[in-house]
C-alpha cells in the first residue's frame, strides 16, 4: 500500500468531510478519489477508517465531488483576482428563491451588520430580483441618517462653515424650512443618482461582459448605502468613504461574474469617461452662453448716450 505524507492525509480528512457535509455518500468519495490517481488500498483503508464510526449519507445521484490537487486552478485565494466567489461558493449556490426567502426574515439592522461585518456573505445571499421597493427604502433610510447626521455635525460645529453667532437658535429657528427644503432635495437627488448611476454602469459593464442585471446594480448602490451614516461623521468620514467604495466593489463583482481587479478597472474607465463628458458638455456651455452675453452686451454699449 503506497504511503502518503502526513499533510496530505489531513487534507484528505479535511475535504472528506467536507463532502460529507456537501450530501456525498463514503462510495462517491471512493470512486472520486481512486479516478484521480490515489492508491486504491490505501483509499479502501482510509473510507473505513473514516466510516467505521459514522452512517453514509443518501446517494448524490451522478454528480462527482471535486478532488483535492484536481480542482480548477481558477481560486487564488485572493478576493481581488477570484472571480466574484470562490470555488465552493460556485459550486452550491443559493436559487433566487433561497435567496428571497432568507433575505425576507433579516431587519435593517441584519443587513446593517451583516454589510459590515461580511458583505462578501450579504451580496451572496442578496437576491438579485424582487422590484425595487425594497432595496430603495433601505436606502432612502441611510440618506436620512446621513443627511441627518451630517446637519447635527454642523450645527454642534464639528463641521466646519458655522460660527457659534451662527448657530443662535433664533437664526436655526429661521432658516429650518429653508435647511428642510435642502435636505428633502437632496434625498430626491440621491435616489435619482442611484438609478443614473446603475444604468451607466450597466451600459459599461455589458462592454466588458458583465453579467449583471440593472435591477443587481441598483441593489448593490441601494445596500451598500448602509455606510453612509458613517461617512458623514468628520472623523470617521474618511475610512467610512474607503470602505463604501470597497462594498460597491466587492458587490458588483459579484453580480457580474468578475474579478475585484478587473470591477475596479471598469469603474476607472467610467469615471474617465464621465470627466472627460463633464469638460466637454462645460466648454459647450461656456460657449453657448458666450455667444449669447457678447451680441446683447454689444447691443447694451450701443444704447448707452456718447459723452457729449
Known sequence: ?????????????????DQKARGFTAEDIKKSLINNGYDKEFIDDFIFRKTVKQESTEEAGDIRPDTPGKQEKTNSGNP???????????ATPLSEEEKTGKFSSY????????IIKNPGQFFDEMPTTGGYKG???????????FIAIEL?????????????????????????????VIAVLELIGSVVSIFVSAALNYVFF???????????????????????????????????????????????????????????????????????LSV?????????????????????????????
Open 206 to 276: 455589458r462592454l466588458f461582459k458583465g453579467q449583471g442585471t440593472y435591477q443587481a446594480i441598483v441593489r448593490v448602490f441601494s445596500y451598500a448605502t448602509v455606510v453612509l451614516p458613517l461617512a458623514a461623521i468628520p472623523i470617521a468620514g474618511f475610512l467610512a468613504s474607503i470602505y463604501l467604495i470597497y462594498v460597491i466593489i466587492l458587490g458588483l463583482s459579484k453580480i457580474h461574474k468578475m474579478s475585484m481587479a478587473k470591477t475596479m478597472g471598469v469603474l476607472v474607465v467610467i469615471g474617465f469617461v464621465v470627466l472627460v
Open 152 to 180: 447635527i455635525c454642523v450645527f454642534l460645529g464639528l463641521s466646519p462653515g458655522l460660527t457659534s453667532m451662527d448657530r443662535s437658535s433664533s437664526l436655526l429657528i429661521m432658516f429650518l424650512p429653508f435647511i428642510l
Open 107 to 114: 431587519s435593517y439592522m441584519d443587513k446593517m451588520k451583516l
Open 135 to 145: 432595496p430603495v427604502v433601505f436606502a432612502c433610510i441611510n440618506f436620512v441618517l
Open 280 to 308: 466637454i458638455l462645460a466648454a459647450l456651455a461656456v460657449n453657448i452662453i458666450s455667444s449669447i452675453m457678447t451680441p446683447l452686451s454689444s447691443d447694451i454699449s450701443a444704447m448707452i448716450p456718447a459723452a457729449q
Open 1 to 17: 500500500m503506497k504511503e502518503y505524507a502526513e499533510e496530505t492525509i489531513q487534507e484528505l480528512d479535511k475535504w472528506f468531510e
Open 80 to 90: 481581488w483576482l477570484d472571480d466574484g466567489a470562490s470555488k465552493k461558493e460556485k
